[in-house]
């Protein structure tokens, strides 16, 4: 299938990429059909492009490149939206925005979770405050960590990764 994007141009994604989002994403409910594409220059940034709306793309990264524990109990509801018998079968990502302040932030308490064998994806609104809405990424306290995991040896690889991801990311249109 040719997409049009304005982002990319036109994109050739194959049926596996698509992805429907029956209640659509906060903000975006009447937008239910997407493709998954990675991006052509950034290694793990993956795009969540709407098939309907060229104009429309979200920056996807997996929520481990961005905190070292990040901890997603799918309710029962959402297992059931979602046609998942095994959480483990998901795919989770977060979304990456553009701060305040020209920063990139990425939302922790509203993650996708995908079903790839389905093809399938809901977003979730965390009701705990555990997680930010807009966490700050590119700060020396950039890696959100539960307070009994404050570990600073393993907090390394994620803060290396998140400095990486944040240089080449600041270069993409978000």
Not at 10 to 24: A, F, K, N, S
Not at 162 to 174: E, H, K, M, P, T
């Amino acid at each position: 299938m040719n997409l049009v994007t304005t982002r990319f141009g036109v994109v050739q994604v194959t049926d596996d990429q698509l992805i429907r989002v029956p209640e659509g994403l906060v903000g975006f409910r009447s937008l239910t059909s997407y493709a998954l594409i990675p991006d052509p220059v950034v290694a793990g940034l993956t795009w969540l492009q709407s098939t309907t709306d060229p104009e429309t793309a979200f920056a996807l990264v997996t929520p481990e490149q961005v905190v070292t524990e990040y901890k997603l109990d799918l309710r029962p509801g959402d297992k059931a939206a979602l046609e998942l018998t095994n959480g483990d079968d998901a795919v989770v990502y977060v979304i990456l925005n553009r701060g305040e302040t020209g920063g990139l932030t990425v939302n922790l308490q509203g993650p996708l979770v995908i079903n790839p064998h389905r093809r399938l994806g809901r977003q979730i609104v965390l009701t705990s405050s555990r997680y930010a809405v807009r966490y700050p990424l590119g700060s020396s306290a950039s890696v959100a960590q539960p307070a009994s995991s404050q570990d600073s040896d393993s907090s390394e690889p994620v803060e290396a990764a998140a400095a990486g991801l944040i240089d080449v990311v600041a270069r993409v249109s978000l």
